[in-house]
């Protein structure tokens, strides 16, 4: 198993910088080809009585076809990417941004993206949980802070669900690669916990993948306990199952998930 083709996700609006470098240094350690794409909504201006004349219509097409073409720029002037790239995706959209990127994840391995724009801000970057439930794919959540994506040290932040299951699976390539493989659970019960845990470290195992292995009992909440032992341990990437429930026209997480996505010292790879 590897990642054979890579999909990065870019902002028009905004540098991408640390998208980019993460994407290069993943497409080199696995070979990989590269997808890029942007996506973009118009930015819906309008008059003061909601009227909608020629001349606005065309200066949002042409803010559009702006945005894209940085991106596309950006994507392309990428120096440790050029050896890599299979082709590039500008898609003019009214559709919510995170169902566009999540179609086309189909032809991807693993999808690649930054933590995304403030919750009022939807037209150039996809939501990034709503994107992780929508994709079928993981996610590589990538902070705008310089980390490495060269991936030593891995906490993987194990609870026994189905989500969980699937990350650890959609992680194998970057397992395997590891130096240090951190299996963490944090719970209330921690003694109930290890049986669970020993099954998964045997099973990782089995895959050539050593193990060391931490239970510990939730301090603070869930996710200030995980973010405590991945500091602890100088984790560079956290690998997770992304938990949501629907609600009326949206996607919300979990509060851990959630958590886990703001934080800026590591990436975190999430699947559901």
């Known amino acids: 198993m590897t990642y054979s083709t890579l999909m990065v996700h870019l902002d028009g609006a905004r540098s991408n910088a640390a998208v980019l470098d993460a994407t290069a240094t993943l497409a080199q350690q ?19 009585d909601g009227y909608m004349d020629g001349a606005l219509a065309v200066v949002e097409r ?33 559709e919510n941004i995170a169902h566009v990127v999540a179609v086309d994840a189909r032809c991807a391995d693993l999808v690649i993206t930054s933590v995304g724009p403030s919750p009022g801000d939807r037209s150039t970057h996809a939501d ?19 980390v490495t994506a060269d991936f030593r040290n891995v906490v993987v932040a194990w609870t026994d669900t189905r989500e969980c299951r699937r990350a650890i699976m ?35 195992d089995r895959h050539g993948v050593g193990t060391n292995r931490v239970v510990s009992r939730i301090r603070g909440s869930a996710a200030e306990t995980l973010a405590g032992i991945a500091t602890d341990v100088e984790a560079d990437l956290v690998v997770a199952g992304a938990y949501g429930h629907s609600r009326i026209r949206e996607w919300a997480f979990g509060g851990v998930t959630r958590d886990l996505l703001l934080h800026e010292r590591h990436c975190t790879l999430l699947s559901h």
């Open 30 to 48: 696995y070979h990989s080809r590269v997808i890029g794409i942007a996506a973009c909504m118009p930015v819906q201006l309008g008059s003061c």
């Open 128 to 146: 990034t949980g709503d994107l992780v439930l929508r994709a079928g794919r993981p996610v590589l959540v990538v902070p705008d802070a310089n």
């Open 170 to 204: 959609d992680a194998l390539p970057i397992l395997h690669g590891a130096d240090r493989v951190t299996l963490v659970e944090a719970g209330n019960d921690p003694v109930a916990a290890r049986g669970g845990l020993e099954d998964i470290a045997g099973w990782l």
């Open 62 to 94: 042409d803010i559009v076809t702006d945005e894209l073409a940085r991106a596309k720029v950006e994507f392309h002037a990428h120096a440790g990417l050029r050896s890599h790239v299979l082709e590039w995706r500008s898609i003019p959209t009214l």
